[in-house]
């Protein structure tokens, strides 16, 4: 059973040590067993694509990270069968969220999990909604 429900913007924080934040973030995140919704992998494979294309990254470099990430003991959820379209934007509507954040939103309420985000506007909901957080440092 995860301990706690991970986005995208906090695993690329922990990857890519944003603001040199990674080795800390790296001892926070090991020991728990995260999982993340089906769109965690489309969210952080879209964001390596974009540094290469920027030149930010080689195309080694992200294969590199690429591999690191799936080498992650991250548990992918598949989205429910039965979300509608309305109940994901009725999520959303409230809090101000994209559809892609109310996605981890709405697990974390489901599973009764805390969210560990860097996502301002997506910690501000979880705080409406009522969802522990895991604060970054």
Not at 117 to 134: F, K, P, S
Request: some cysteine; proline content about 6%.
């Amino acid at each position: 059973m995860p301990h706690c429900i991970i986005d995208a913007s906090i695993t690329l924080a922990w990857i890519f040590d944003e603001d040199g934040r990674g080795e800390v973030l790296d001892k926070l995140l090991r020991p728990l067993n995260l999982a993340a919704p089906w769109l965690w992998r489309l969210e952080v494979a879209n964001a390596i694509l974009v540094r290469e294309r920027r030149k930010d990254l080689t195309q080694v470099q992200g294969m590199q990270y690429l591999q690191a990430l799936e080498s992650l003991e991250i548990e992918v959820l598949d989205e429910p069968v039965n979300r509608s379209l309305s109940q994901l934007a009725q999520l959303a509507r409230p809090h101000q969220l994209s559809a892609y954040d109310a996605v981890y939103l709405d697990l974390a309420v489901s599973l009764n999990l805390p969210l560990f985000t860097d996502d301002r506007n997506l910690q501000h909901a979880c705080n409406r909604a009522g969802v522990e957080l895991i604060s970054p440092p």
